[in-house]
Nanobody, 116 residues
Framework: QVQLVESGGGLVQPGGSLRLSCAASINIFSFKTMAWSRQAPGKERELVASISSDGGTNYLDSVKGRFTISRDNAKNTVYLQMNNLKPEDTAVYYC??????????WGQGTQVTVSS
């Protein structure tokens, strides 16, 4: 069974930083892309950042220049480094991965709260 386990969320002041981690139970090369999505209260889930198996990345416009997605293939882990956090970044962040057969797996989510 494929599992994605997130960690690293928490409460941070505006302007602060957090690094989210997503550990996969299988080799992450099994995924065509891995990504971080988020869902704020009362809003739809949105894609924040993605990274392909060849390392190509894409970002939501509002996080460009502040967030960085990366992967450690040896550890089967994907990271989201979040800098200069803003209150509007407050959400539950979900790790997800899409396989080459278009099956998408999701983690359980980790809460990120940006507040003074």
């Amino acid at each position: 069974q494929v599992q994605l386990v997130e960690s690293g969320g928490g409460l941070v002041q505006p302007g602060g930083s957090l690094r989210l981690s997503c550990a996969a139970s299988i080799n992450i090369f099994s995924f065509k892309t891995m990504a971080w999505s988020r869902q704020a209260p009362g809003k739809e889930r949105e894609l924040v950042a993605s990274i392909s198996s060849d390392g190509g990345t894409n970002y939501l416009d509002s996080v460009k220049g502040r967030f960085t997605i990366s992967r450690d293939n040896a550890k089967n882990t994907v990271y989201l480094q979040m800098n200069n956090l803003k209150p509007e970044d407050t959400a539950v962040y979900y790790c997800n991965g899409e396989t080459y057969t278009t099956v998408r797996y999701w983690g359980q989510g980790t809460q990120v709260t940006v507040s003074s």
